[in-house]
């Protein structure tokens, strides 16, 4: 069973920028694909970015590109997501996930592991 603790959430004025950490244990975490997912009051779960099991492969919601960066360490079993040029918009919870197998996906459903969250305000 796979455990996965975010952190590094906090308040931040927009075109901060902060860096989420998720680390994993209990489980073969470099095999899995991850993600970093987001929840804002009111809205469903919605896919920021993912990487596959090799190091290199990342995925990103067309919102965040080229503002977001994800990243592994399969050797300290983290996933990390660092965010510049934050955004009002950006406010939510964020969570870290991870699947058995397979590829990234954008669907939250298609997860087995999920972390409690870790809160991102972004505001003035």
């Known amino acids: 069973q796979v455990q996965l603790v975010e952190s590094g959430g906090g308040l931040v004025q927009p075109g901060g920028s902060l860096r989420l950490s998720c680390a994993a244990s209990?489980?073969?975490?470099?095999?899995?694909?991850v993600a970093w997912f987001r929840q804002a009051p009111g809205k469903e779960r919605d896919f920021v970015a993912g990487?596959?099991?090799?190091?290199?492969?990342?995925y990103y919601k067309d919102s965040v590109k080229g503002r977001f960066t994800i990243s592994r360490d399969n050797a300290k079993n983290t996933v990390d997501l660092q965010m510049n040029g934050l955004k009002p918009e950006d406010t939510a919870v964020y969570y870290c996930?991870?699947?058995?197998?397979?590829?990234?996906?954008?669907?939250?459903?298609?997860?087995?592991?999920w972390g409690q969250g870790t809160q991102v305000t972004v505001s003035s």
């Open positions: 996930a991870a699947r058995r197998g397979g590829i990234v996906v954008t669907a939250p459903t298609s997860y087995d592991y």
């Open positions: 990487s596959g099991p090799s190091r290199g492969s990342a």
């Open positions: 209990g489980g073969p975490f470099s095999r899995y694909p």
